[in-house]
């Protein structure tokens, strides 16, 4: 069993910050890729951030410059630190990993995710 438990979320006016936070716990042996995916209702899950266990990350588009990820591997924790956020970025955020297994196969496992909402 695994979990994922995020947290940060809110509702924060154009041009503010909020700090994204994700921790997996549970049976696993390790995490590879660890990332955030957003979604707001009547479209599809979109990758915003990932980041992988060497910090090799990987933005959309759209956050470039706005949004920065990190993770600290010693606590399993993900952060998604998110500044001059605009009304466009209000969505549900889903904290994402991609795991080994301690039978040594690979899986993908999503928090319950948490609402983002930037509005005056």
């Known amino acids: 069993q695994v979990q994922l438990v995020e947290s940060g979320g809110g509702l924060v006016q154009p041009g503010g910050s909020l700090r994204l936070s994700c921790t997996a716990s549970?049976?696993?042996?390790?995490?590879?890729?660890m990332g955030w995916y957003r979604q707001v209702p009547g479209k599809e899950r979109e990758l915003v951030a990932t980041?992988?266990?060497?910090?090799?990350?990987n933005y959309m588009d759209s956050v470039k410059g706005r949004f920065t990820i990190s993770r600290e591997n010693a606590k399993n924790t993900v952060y998604l630190q998110m500044n001059s956020l605009k009304p466009e970025d209000t969505a549900v955020y889903y904290c994402?990993?991609?795991?080994?297994?301690?039978?040594?196969?690979?899986?993908?496992?999503w928090g319950q995710g948490t609402q983002v909402t930037v509005s005056s």
């Open positions: 994402y990993t991609h795991m080994r297994a301690t039978r040594g196969y690979d899986f993908n496992w």
């Open positions: 980041i992988t266990p060497d910090d090799t990350t």
């Open positions: 549970g049976s696993f042996l390790k995490i590879n890729v």
